[in-house]
């Protein structure tokens, strides 16, 4: 694997960095799932983690339910 690559997987993204790779709201919803399964969701850290995250893309509050409940039902099969 080449370094800087390998860099950039061993340092942990702001909610903010993350958000600002999305160019609309129909990548910040591609994005947020993927977040949502690198995390526990269970850890007070990583639940504000994903709130921010959330606010800083602008998801609408009906999206990120429908986004949590799909990954949760995903998870448990």
Known sequence: MAEPTFDAIQRPFSPGQIAALAVDCEQAA?????????????????????????????LPAELVVHLETWVASDLET
Do not use: H, M
């Open 30 to 58: 591609e994005l947020y799932p993927t977040a949502r399964v690198a995390t526990d969701r269970d850890e007070p850290a990583e639940k504000t983690f994903l709130r921010y995250l959330s606010e800083v893309s602008d």
